[in-house]
């Protein structure tokens, strides 16, 4: 059994979609890409920790690593998706919450639904902003991200600063968490403003 995170939101009835890398040597994922079209499999939840409310914080900064974009992608989604009037509560108002994502991975070509991202920024260009860190950057052409490891400066350049209307969300590898988990703290992060998934 393994978690994840879907990428369609409560607005898409009567279907879910999921981003889901297959691994050769994992344990659930070649049995994923192994279904043909009309198998099923067993599902439950939804599960987690962490419910995103509108206006919950002014800016939430989203950190990122390889498959731990899709639950970022899902909490910037529910926030950024176009509600109708009727579709808010009288007390919830218009979700005015801004969106900074670091978004790391190995290549070029190992970044997650991208075009999906990159669709998000131009549809909410004053909401959503996305700044990519590889470790091998392309060897040709230009490379507008940052390369190498997501430090403290990159953060420092990239997310809200720290205060009581800012939270900031991370989803990565074991290791790459514990390090943002560091340089939050060294940045005057508290507690109370970070959540790991």
């Known amino acids: 059994m393994r978690p994840y995170t879907p990428t369609t939101d409560?607005?898409?009835?009567?279907?879910?979609?999921?981003?889901?890398?297959?691994?050769?040597?994992?344990?659930?994922?070649?049995?994923?890409d192994s279904?043909?079209?009309?198998?099923?499999?067993?599902?439950?939840?939804?599960?987690?920790?962490?419910?995103?409310?509108?206006?919950?914080?002014?800016?939430i900064g989203l950190v990122a690593g390889g498959?731990?974009?899709?639950?970022?992608?899902?909490?910037?989604?529910?926030?950024l998706?176009?509600?109708?009037?009727?579709d808010r509560s009288s007390e919830e108002g218009e979700d005015k919450t801004r969106f900074s994502l670091v978004f790391a991975n190995v290549?070029?070509?190992?970044?997650?639904?991208?075009?999906k991202l990159e669709a998000l920024a131009r549809g909410n260009p004053e909401r959503f902003k996305v700044h990519y860190v590889l470790n091998e950057p392309p060897k040709?052409?230009?490379?507008?991200?940052?390369?190498?490891?997501v430090t403290k400066e990159i953060l420092a350049k990239h997310l809200p600063a720290p205060g009581s209307k800012t939270l900031v969300l991370r989803c990565g590898p074991g290791p790459m968490?514990?390090?943002?988990?560091a340089a939050l703290e060294e940045l005057g992060y508290s507690k109370e403003m970070t959540f790991e998934f």
Not at 44 to 49: L, S, W
Not at 72 to 79: G, S
């Open 81 to 86: 998706r176009k509600k109708s009037k009727s």
């Open 140 to 149: 040709e052409g230009s490379w507008n991200g940052s390369v190498g490891f």
């Open 10 to 32: 409560d607005a898409t009835p009567g279907t879910v979609d999921f981003v889901i890398k297959v691994y050769p040597t994992g344990r659930v994922t070649p049995a994923l």
């Open 177 to 181: 968490n514990k390090a943002v988990g």
């Open 35 to 59: 279904l043909k079209i009309g198998d099923c499999i067993l599902a439950k939840g939804p599960k987690g920790r962490f419910t995103y409310k509108p206006n919950m914080a002014e800016e």
């Open 107 to 115: 290549t070029e070509d190992d970044i997650l639904i991208r075009d």
């Open 67 to 79: 498959t731990g974009i899709t639950p970022m992608f899902a909490v910037a989604m529910a926030a």
